[in-house]
């Protein structure tokens, strides 16, 4: 089983910055793809970001790219997303995933993953 928690979301000015982390549990955790993922309030959970396993393949929605950075420390079995000139529509709970049992493919389809984290709150300010 995989158990995933997310932190570092807040409030923020737009143009300021924000480091999500998320923490997993359980072997699975490195040998799979992870991704994040947002909803906003009365739209569906999008797309933000995934990558593989080794790191050395990532994957953005048009949205974040140049923004937004996805990454992940195998040995502390920590995800991150850095997030850079941030604006109001990137407004959200950002919730972090794991695919599991070895997909090591960083899809961008939230049904392709089968773990979540409870999700974070990002808001940001005019």
């Known amino acids: 089983q995989v158990q995933l928690v997310e932190s570092g979301g807040g409030l923020v000015q737009a143009g300021g910055s924000l480091r999500l982390s998320c923490a997993g549990s359980?072997?699975?955790?490195?040998?799979?793809?992870l991704g994040w993922f947002r909803q906003a309030p009365g739209k569906e959970r999008e797309f933000v970001a995934a990558?593989?396993?080794?790191?050395?393949?990532?994957n953005y929605a048009d949205s974040v790219k140049g923004r937004f950075t996805v990454s992940r420390d195998n040995a502390k079995n920590t995800l991150y997303l850095q997030m850079n000139s941030l604006n109001p529509e990137d407004t959200a709970v950002y919730y972090c995933a794991a695919r599991g049992s070895g997909n090591d493919l960083p899809s961008s389809r939230s049904d392709e993953y089968n773990y979540w984290g409870q999700g974070t709150q990002v808001t940001v300010s005019s």
């Open positions: 990558i593989n396993w080794s790191g050395s393949t990532t």
């Open positions: 359980g072997r699975t955790f490195r040998w799979t793809a």
